[in-house]
Nanobody, 120 residues
Framework: QVQLVESGGGLVQTGGSLRLSCAASGRTFTSGAVGWFRQAPGKEHEFVAAISWSNGSTYYTTSVKGRFTISRDNAKNTVYLQMNTLKPEDTAVYYC?????????????WGQGTQVTVSS
């Protein structure tokens, strides 16, 4: 049974930074991808970023390019999301998901989410 556990959320002022972590257990990922998604109140679930386990290729939604960086530590089976220059519109619950097929495919496993709040 795969488990994903997010951590690192919190309250930060506009322009600040946070680093989210997604630790995976129950399976060592060698293929597929891990992605970060977010959902703000009253809004749809939104793709933020993803990274391929096999070659480290990264993908970002336009609104976070240049501000967010996704990375992975294969030895720790952990994916990180470094978020810089945060804006109030980044406020949301952030979820990590693992896809066995690739970043654009179905996400098979999900974490419980971590709240990110950016104050203006």
């Amino acid at each position: 049974q795969v488990q994903l556990v997010e951590s690192g959320g919190g309250l930060v002022q506009t322009g600040g930074s946070l680093r989210l972590s997604c630790a995976a257990s129950g399976r060592t990922f060698t293929s597929g991808a891990v992605g970060w998604f977010r959902q703000a109140p009253g809004k749809e679930h939104e793709f933020v970023a993803a990274i391929s386990w096999s070659n480290g290729s990264t993908y970002y939604t336009t609104s976070v390019k240049g501000r967010f960086t996704i990375s992975r530590d294969n030895a720790k089976n952990t994916v990180y999301l470094q978020m810089n220059t945060l804006k109030p519109e980044d406020t949301a619950v952030y979820y990590c998901g693992a896809s066995l097929t690739g970043w654009a495919g179905r996400y098979d496993y999900w974490g419980q989410g971590t709240q990110v709040t950016v104050s203006s």
